[in-house]
T-cell receptor, first 115, second 111 residues
Framework: AQSVTQLDSHVSVSEGTPVLLRCNYS??????LFWYVQHPNKGLQLLLKYTSAATLVKGINGFEAEFKKSETSFHLTKPSAHMSDAAEYFC?????????????FGTGTRLTVIP | NAGVTQTPKFRVLKTGQSMTLLCAQD?????MYWYRQDPGMGLRLIHYSVGEGTTAKGEVPDGYNVSRLKKQNFLLGLESAAPSQTSVYFC??????????FGSGTRLTVV
């Protein structure tokens, strides 16, 4: 079975300080993992994805995530927060490609950036 | 290239009314999905389709019906709306169930 746990429902950082959004996953298979961002009243935008290539994945807007199989984690980081990063972030795990019904969402982490 | 387009963007319904949400994609994707998003929860899958003429139930299908008569369109119907169906609805499409493109959402309120 596949599942995702986002360890923090809300993270607050000051502008210019590092961002860490934590995600643990559970999967019976080699997973594909994604981070999506949702700005207020907007749709979901793909930040980055891991699909069994390099374990350190670089995404858009300076975000990165590292796949750690031993810790079953896929934490999202950014060295320096910007005001425009304030949004909801979703960690998502994908089941094997043979299944069409295969995206499992975490409950989201709301990032607040303090000026 | 419009990607995934959802109409309408907002709607208010009275309990018991019916409506249809339209999702259209212009990327020739085989797979299409309808999700709902509620506060404090991730997206939950309502129904999905793996190709024209096919549909299947997701995690929370009760109270909804879907149709995929054309490959580019995936319709979500509410026959008798209930307040519990107040939510934000997202459509998504994918060429091979790996890379998903999401629409911008439909905010539905049932009073």
């Amino acid at each position: 079975a596949q599942s995702v746990t986002q360890l923090d429902s809300h993270v607050s950082v000051s502008e210019g300080t590092p961002v860490l959004l934590r995600c643990n996953y559970s999967s019976s298979y080699s997973p594909s993992l994604f981070w999506y961002v949702q700005h207020p009243n907007k749709g979901l935008q793909l930040l980055l994805k891991y699909t069994s290539a390099a374990t350190l994945v670089k995404g858009i807007n300076g975000f990165e995530a590292e796949f750690k199989k031993s810790e079953t984690s896929f934490h999202l980081t950014k060295p320096s927060a910007h005001m425009s990063d304030a949004a909801e972030y979703f960690c998502v795990v994908s089941a094997p490609p043979t299944g069409a019904n295969n995206l499992f969402f975490g409950t989201g982490t709301r990032l607040t950036v303090i000026p | 290239n419009a990607g995934v387009t959802q109409t309408p963007k907002f709607r208010v319904l009275k309990t018991g009314q019916s409506m249809t949400l339209l999702c259209a994609q212009d990327m020739n994707h085989e797979y299409m999905y309808w999700y709902r998003q509620d506060p404090g929860m991730g997206l939950r899958l309502i129904h999905y389709s793996v190709g024209e003429g096919t549909t299947a139930k997701g995690e929370v299908p009760d109270g909804y019906n879907v149709s995929r008569l054309k490959k580019q369109n995936f319709l979500l119907g509410l026959e008798s709306a209930a307040p519990s169906q107040t939510s934000v609805y997202f459509c998504a499409s994918s060429p091979h169930a790996k890379g998903y493109t999401f629409g911008s959402g439909t905010r539905l309120t049932v009073v």
